[in-house]
């Protein structure tokens, strides 16, 4: 079951770029304990999405595209962000 973050970023996500693959990956509990761990359970994600409007975007215009949809959940609400971003067929 996915919490109220990881769901937020699914929404987000899914409104704004429109995603044909989309996997959102908590990766919390590898970091229990460590600098940036709120005890939420929720303070460390992985995303891999693969989008059609990342075609032509180099890979910092694709992620800026990422974080302008999350707005203030990267570096604020959680701790760390990790992304992959693809355009359709890009990926293996």
């Keep these: 079951m996915s919490g109220p973050v990881a769901q937020e970023i699914e929404t987000l996500l899914r409104g704004a770029l429109a ?3 989309l996997e959102i990956i908590n990766d919390s509990a590898k970091h229990h304990g460590h600098a940036g761990d709120d005890g939420s359970g929720e303070s460390h ?3 891999i999405i693969e989008s059609p409007v990342f075609e032509g975007k180099n890979r910092l215009q694709r992620q800026r ?3 302008g949809a999350l707005g ?3 570096g604020e609400r959680v701790h760390a962000f990790a992304m ?5 067929g890009e990926t293996a």
């Design 45 to 47: 994600f992985t995303v």
């Design 84 to 88: 992959k971003c693809y355009a359709p």
């Design 19 to 21: 995603p044909t693959r």
């Design 65 to 67: 595209m990422v974080l």
């Design 72 to 74: 203030d959940i990267p």
